[in-house]
């Protein structure tokens, strides 16, 4: 049973191109949620996708954009990159239904590097 | 709003020694989750351990346990007998219930040592 898979793993940019991150979630989860990680910071919430829709969505700019498709599989686009969104981008994904939280699980990220 | 406090950027600990990780929260949710959640070099969040906020006991999974006090609004990571594999940055993290999203703490970073 695979978990939580990204793409790409490492990745260099320049600043003011366009970058695209993708994300499976564990097999029988309906849910993908973003999380942006600076270098020696926690986890922000980027947003949520269920049902093809953002559900949630925390304190980011319109440049930061997703989908989800209709096999629970999610992209995250950031258009116009600036130097501070060099990051880890960590996908999760969850059932829905999952009141408690505690099956939600975590992709190992993509580093985003913008020079 | 929620928001969570780690206020210790480094620990040490000695192999097979106990060690304790502080978490403190804030949130308006009348139920909600606490997480603590281990991060190795490689990025990947592993889940450790939940305990609810309508738990009456503390959680525990093998050598962790979270020492939850909410009148206090601590929610405290206990490492029993701590292996060098346990060296990482450890998150502390608040959801609400129903689909809400994680709020993670600035993390701390555990260094054991043999």
């Known amino acids: 049973d695979a978990g939580v898979t990204q793409s790409p793993t490492h990745l260099i940019k320049t600043r003011g191109q366009q970058v695209t991150l993708r994300c499976s979630p564990k097999s029988g989860h309906d849910t993908v949620s973003w999380y942006q990680q600076a270098l020696g910071q926690g986890p922000q919430f980027i947003f949520q996708y269920y049902e093809e829709e953002e559900r949630q969505r925390g304190n980011f700019p319109d440049r930061f954009s997703g989908h989800q498709f209709p096999n629970y599989s999610s992209e995250l686009n950031v258009n116009a990159l600036l130097l501070g969104d060099s990051a880890l981008y960590l996908c999760?994904?969850?059932?829905?239904?999952?009141?408690?939280?505690?099956?939600?699980?975590f992709g190992e990220g993509s580093w985003l590097t913008v020079v | 709003a929620q928001k969570i406090t780690q206020t210790q950027p480094g620990m040490f600990v000695q192999e097979k020694e106990a060690v304790t990780l502080d978490c403190t929260y804030d949130?308006?949710?009348?139920?909600?989750?606490l997480f603590w959640y281990k991060q190795p070099s490689s990025g990947e969040m592993i889940f450790l351990i939940y305990q609810g906020s309508y738990d009456q006991q503390n959680a525990t999974e093998g050598r962790y346990s979270l020492n939850f006090q909410k009148a206090r609004k601590s929610a405290n990571l206990v490492i029993s007998a701590s292996q060098l594999g346990d060296s990482a940055m450890y998150f502390c993290a608040s959801r609400g219930l129903f689909g809400q999203n994680f709020v993670f703490g600035p993390g701390t970073r555990l260094s054991v040592l043999p």
């Open positions: 999760a994904s969850s059932l829905y239904r999952d009141r408690e939280g505690n099956t939600i699980y």
């Open positions: 949130t308006s949710d009348p139920s909600y989750g």
